[in-house]
C-alpha cells in the first residue's frame, strides 16, 4: 500500500518527537503530535462519506490545524482545494461549484453567508478557526490518532489551485502527487535544505509559494518551521537569529529594510534568502546585500507548475534574473505566433517542460489543449529571455496579469465590475510600479457623458465584491481608451502614460 504524497512529506516522520512547528510563543508542535491530529482529521472526513479523489474547499485562517488538514488530505486521497482568505463568497460560490467540493471548510465567522452556498450545492460544511476550534476539531478529539493511508497512485490527483486568464473563469489547475512531489524533493536539494534547518514561514499556506515550496521543501527535508500567521515585522526581528532560512515575497524584503532593527548581526545565523512571487527589484537586491552580506535568491514560479527556475545556490545570484531551469525542468522561449524555438538573447514567450508540470485544468479541455501542448510544453503567458549566460529573464507577460505583492490579479474581473456601474462607459485596469508590492492596481474610468461617475461610490461597490487584494487603489478619469488598429486596448500604453502613478508610495 503505497501513498507517494503522503508517505513522502509526512509517514516518513512518523514517531518523531523532533519539532515540526514552533510558535511565536515559544510552543512546539513535533511531526509525531502533527502527524496524529492529521489522522483524526482524516477520520473525520472519511467518517463524514469522502473517498479518494474527493475535493475538499478550505478557506481558513493559517494554523497548525490548517495545515494538518492537508495532512489528512494527503493521507486519505481527498484532492485538496485551498482558497484565499480574502475572497467573497461570491468568489467563494463559483469555486465551490465549479470544483465540486464534497466538504468546504470555513472560518466559523463565515458559516451563515456560506451556509446557503454549501446547502444548495450538496456539499457538506465544516468550521476551523485560527486558534484550531470548530465542528471539525470538536469532532477529530474522538476520532483514532492512526489512519491506514489510502493507497494513491504519482499521477492521481494531490491538489487543484484555482487561477485565470485574462479573460474568462477561473479556472482549476490540476496539481497530481508527483508535480508537487517532484518539487520539493528537486528544490530541497538545489537549496541544501537538511534536517538542521528552521524556516521562517510568514506565508500564506493558500498559495502554491507558502504551502507547496516552503512547507513541503521542509518536510522533505525533515527540518523545522517557525510558523507565524501572517507577515509581522517585530515577530520576524525577534525570530530571526533563530532560523536559517526563511522564503517571502518582496514585500517582506523592503519591509524588514525599512527597519534600523535589521542588520547584518540579526542575519549571521541565516545561512539563505529566497524570494518569489512578484520580481525582486535590482535596488532590492543591492540594499539587501550591503545590509547583511546575503544576497537574495531569486526563483520563478507559478500556480501551474511549482517552481521552474532558481537562481544558483553556489555561483553568481544574478539581480534581474531568475536563474535557470531546474534539473529535470526544460524551459526554452518561443515565437508566440509560431511556436518556434527563439534563439538565445531574443525575447519570447516562456514554455517549460518537466514533472512540475500540471495536469491540466479541470472540466477545460479545450483550455487545456490551447495551453499544454501535446509534447507536455505549458505555455506560461510570460514573456521572457535567456541571456548568453543561461540566465532567464522574465520581461513582461503577453497576459494583462498584474502580481501585487505575490498574489495574482486578472484585470478582466475587476474591469466588469467597473464597466457596469452608473456613469461608466468602459474602464481599463493596469498594474503600475508600487515601491512596496511590485505592482497595484490602477483603474481607468471613461464617463458615460453627460453623466460624471461617482468614484468613491465604484470603489465602495468594489470593495464588496472583491477580495481586498484586487482592489483598485486609485481610480482615474480619462477622455478615452488609447486602441490598435483591430480596436483592442494598448494596455502597454496606459501603463507607460500612468507608471508614475504612485511613484513616491
Known sequence: ???????????????????????????????????????????????????????????????????ALYAACAQAGIVFLPLNTAYTVDELSYFIENSGARTVVCDGDSKTLLDPVVSKLGARLETLNADGSGSLTDQAKAKPSEFATVERAPDDLAAFLYTSGTTGRSKGAMLTQANLLSNAATLAELWRFTDKDVLLHALPIFHTHGLFVATNVSLAAGGAILFLPKFDLDAMIDLMPKATTMMGVPTFYTRLLQDERFTADLTKGMRLFISGSAPLLAETHRQFEERTGHRILERYGMTETNMNTSNPYEGERRAGTVGFPLPGVELKITDPATGDTLPAETVGQIEVRGPNVFKGYWQMPEKTAAELREDGFFITGDLGMIDADGYVHIVGRNKDLIISGGYNIYPKEIELILDAQPGVRESAVIGVPHSDFGETVLGLVVPDSPETPDLDAILAVAGTSLARFKHPRKLVLVDSLPRNTMGKVQKNVLREQFKDTFATA
Do not use: C, W
Open 1 to 67: 500500500m503505497t501513498n507517494p504524497l503522503y508517505d513522502q512529506l509526512f509517514g516518513k516522520h512518523a514517531g518523531k518527537n523532533t519539532p515540526f512547528l514552533i510558535f511565536q510563543d515559544g510552543s512546539i508542535l513535533t511531526h509525531a503530535a502533527f502527524l496524529e491530529s492529521a489522522a483524526q482529521i482524516a477520520h473525520v472526513l472519511t467518517d463524514n462519506g469522502m473517498v479518494a479523489g474527493d475535493r475538499l474547499a478550505a478557506q481558513v485562517e493559517k494554523s497548525a490545524t490548517s495545515l
